[in-house]
């Protein structure tokens, strides 16, 4: 089993940046891809990006390249999420998620964390 939790969420600018951590416990962690998926009010749930479980491949959904960064430690059971040139519609809650998975479906991701809320003032 694995519990994540997400920190750093908050208020931002546009053009702003911010970074959230994922805080990951269970043995099994540094054996799953990760990532982040978010979702604003009133829309469906979207990927964001995902990293292999060695930290060696990255993928991202095409709105947030050249501007997002994931990253993982897995002696630190982390993984973060580096967003730069923030938009409004960035605006929305952002989920870490780990998983056997490699796709932008969410039911690729067995493990969630609760949210942690992010918004992109204009």
Do not use: H
Request: proline share 2%.
């Amino acid at each position: 089993q694995v519990q994540l939790v997400e920190s750093g969420g908050g208020l931002v600018q546009a053009g702003g940046s911010l970074r959230l951590s994922c805080a990951a416990s269970g043995r099994t962690f540094s054996g799953l891809n990760a990532g982040w998926f978010r979702q604003a009010p009133g829309k469906e749930r979207e990927f964001v990006g995902v990293i292999s479980w060695n930290g060696g491949i990255t993928y991202y959904t095409d709105s947030v390249k050249g501007r997002f960064t994931i990253s993982r430690d897995n002696a630190m059971n982390t993984v973060v999420l580096q967003m730069n040139s923030l938009k409004p519609e960035d605006t929305a809650v952002y989920y870490c998620v780990a998983g056997t998975g490699w796709t932008t479906d969410s039911y690729d991701y067995q493990y969630w964390g609760q949210g942690t809320q992010v918004t992109v003032s204009s």
